[in-house]
């Protein structure tokens, strides 16, 4: 449940990275703690963010939790088939499930972030 | 934390366990959204053995449930039920209930969770303090609950050979034997959908679960948990306590008039209730839904839109898994709460067009 060619975020995004860009979305974990998503808030297109910032929300049934990028650069693309079927992170988080591309500011964002051991053992710290 | 007879079923079902009112509970199976969907078309079962099961007998139950009950238990036959108050003396709700007549002197109270010991405690004293000629007993422990609800609900009850539920009408109740156990069943529930509460012996009710769910397969009877039971509610427009009502709301602002007979006679909490219904409340609850695509939530503050002054606050809220709308319950100012009334949503500091709508936010075919 954790794939080892992404890179993670402490809030539970994953990046990965392609060329200058790259493609984000939350974990396994953060979409099984916060149960069926009904609704996806995303920013616009050309949207300039910096790593950790807040991009957006996720609403489940019991819970809205904020999105964090994980990376700083320009949105360049939206998934926007997560408008009508929110539900294909629950079912495919580090798929169909992507939520936006990141065109990279600074490709050393990348290296702060966790690896997939490293996000497996902060896992094992955190309660579910 | 407290458990349910059903707690090993949930568990081998993998359900997602939560702690509700100090009872360790499912609040899903697989999905909150799944269950809520089978409940609506075909039919889910529920275990809401957690509820309080409080029995009232003896010649005084009458005259005592009048006093502690804000609706008119005379007009209950054996075997009907209604929905009711329990009110504190300014009028404020201690618990929302159902009162079931189960034979001439004898009542069922069905109480909240959350509320059953205080409950408990409250009628209690009073019992003791007026000296009414009836018992109280805690029946919570030795009796399981189960709740079947959805359009398949009868289909499936007659499937485990509860014949005499066939012809029960909207808030009756009867004696019957799903399974062959001896049980109490009720066509009520929390859904708006055709349904039913089993009240069945804790030590028979797993087998009965069993039973239900071999017996219903075909009719699509599958486990829902309280997660689906939440939005199931919520589109009926159905109170939650400790969201939607509590010690500082009244029935009147709750906009449960229709469970206050005043003119009954004296029950506790009357007659700061007159005064209230006499002056009008200065807020009600009302039903909104969002004009664009968001979520509310309970605390969320209600605007006027035209001036964005706060006049009220969400209770309750969630996106309707049938509308796609955010829906929910808030109280505001009186003014503003006639149906159609434009009212806006703060939401993370974003302001949004709701209105106010009249519920039921989910009517079931007929």
């Not at chain 2, 003014?335 to 709701?354: M, N």
Request: proline fraction near 5%.
């Amino acid at each position: 449940m954790i794939p080892a060619d992404l890179r993670y975020h402490h809030e539970h995004e994953w990046a990965r990275v392609h060329g200058g860009q790259a493609t984000v979305g939350i974990s396994h974990f953060a979409q099984d703690a916060l149960g069926d998503i009904v609704f996806i808030d995303l920013p616009k297109v050309g949207t300039v963010v910096n790593a950790g910032q807040q991009i957006g929300e996720v609403e489940s049934t019991k819970t809205t939790s904020t999105i964090y990028t994980p990376v700083g650069g320009t949105i360049s693309k939206v998934n926007t088939d997560l408008k009508d079927h929110p539900e294909v992170v629950n079912s495919d988080p580090y798929g169909k499930g992507w939520m936006v591309v990141i065109d990279l500011t600074d490709g050393g964002d990348v290296d702060k972030l966790m690896t997939a051991a490293q996000y497996e053992a902060f896992l094992s710290t955190q309660k579910h | 934390m407290k458990h349910t007879p059903l707690i090993d079923r949930h568990r081998a079902h993998g359900a997602k366990l939560v702690d509700f009112a100090g009872w360790e509970m499912p609040i899903q199976y697989a999905s909150v959204v799944d269950e809520y969907h089978r409940v609506r078309t075909k039919a889910g079962l529920f275990d809401v053995s957690h509820m309080g099961r409080i029995a009232v007998s003896g010649p005084g139950s009458l005259a005592f449930l009048q006093r502690m009950t804000t609706n008119d238990v005379r007009k209950l036959a054996v075997g009907q039920a209604h929905y009711s108050m329990v009110c504190n003396e300014r009028g404020g709700i201690k618990d929302d209930i159902f009162v079931y007549r189960t034979a001439e002197s004898d009542y069922l109270l069905c109480v909240n969770a959350s509320n059953r010991e205080k409950i408990l405690q409250w009628i209690t004293e009073h019992q003791r303090a007026a000296g009414d000629a009836c018992g109280i007993e805690d029946r919570t422990s030795d009796l399981a609950q189960l709740a079947v609800q959805g359009p398949a609900s009868r289909d499936i009850l007659l499937a485990v050979g509860a014949d005499n539920v066939a012809g029960l009408k909207l808030h009756h109740s009867c004696e019957s034997r799903p399974a062959g156990i001896p049980c109490f069943v009720a066509r009520t529930g929390y859904s708006g959908e055709l349904g039913y509460e089993i009240n069945v012996p804790a030590d028979k009710a797993a087998d009965l679960w069993t039973q239900l769910l071999k017996k219903g397969e075909d009719a699509g009877l599958k486990p829902a948990g309280l997660g689906a039971r939440d939005l199931l509610r919520l589109e009926m427009g159905y109170l939650l306590y400790g969201n939607d009502i509590g010690e500082d709301t009244t029935p009147l602002e709750a906009g449960a008039d229709w469970t206050v007979a005043f003119q009954k006679g004296d029950f506790i909490g009357r007659q700061a209730l007159q005064e209230q219904a006499q002056a009008g409340p200065a807020r009600r609850l009302v039903a909104f839904e969002l004009l664009e695509k968001a979520v509310p939530r309970h605390g969320f503050r209600i605007l006027d839109p035209s001036s964005s002054r706060p006049i009220g606050e969400v209770a309750s809220g969630n996106l309707s898994p049938l509308l796609q709308k955010g829906i929910g319950l808030g109280y505001v100012l009186s003014s503003f709460a006639p149906p159609g009334t434009a009212l806006a949503i703060e939401i993370r500091g974003k302001i949004l067009p709701a209105a106010v709508v009249k519920p039921p936010f989910y009517k079931r075919k007929a």
